[in-house]
Nanobody, 127 residues
Framework: QVQLVESGGGLVQAGGSLSLSCAAS????????MGWFRQTPGNEREFVSS??????????YYSDSVKGRFTISMDNAKNTVYLQMNSLKPEDTAVYYC??????????????????WGQGTQVTVSS
């Protein structure tokens, strides 16, 4: 099993920045991809970003709505993935979830391909 704990959500004004963290523990050696999703009331959980890594390289992916504003990164030594969110917009308001997958597949955007989920952290962007 893998446990994921997010932190870093909060309230920010439009145009501001926030950084989310997701610390993984447990059988982390089985994980090859980590991602961020977000969800608003009444809507499905949507893909935001993911990172897939091997011993020598990593690849990052973003939804069109956040590309150029958000950056995903990974600290393998700390088993922690980060999501730096800049130029935030009110439409970025959501609960953000960290997810981990045992698949070594590039650009995983489907929720059902992720095996582990965090509890979520609220991000609110005021206009």
């Amino acid at each position: 099993q893998v446990q994921l704990v997010e932190s870093g959500g909060g309230l920010v004004q439009a145009g501001g920045s926030l950084s989310l963290s997701c610390a993984a523990s447990g059988r982390t050696f089985s994980i090859y991809t980590m991602g961020w999703f977000r969800q608003t009331p009444g809507n499905e959980r949507e893909f935001v970003s993911s990172i897939t890594w091997s011993a020598s390289t990593s690849s990052t992916y973003y939804s069109d709505s956040v590309k150029g504003r958000f950056t995903i990164s990974m600290d393998n030594a700390k088993n922690t993935v980060y999501l730096q969110m800049n130029s935030l917009k009110p439409e970025d308001t959501a609960v953000y979830y960290c997810a981990a997958s045992r698949y070594y597949i590039l650009d995983i955007r489907e929720r059902d391909r992720y095996h582990y989920w965090g509890q979520g952290t609220q991000v609110t962007v005021s206009s």
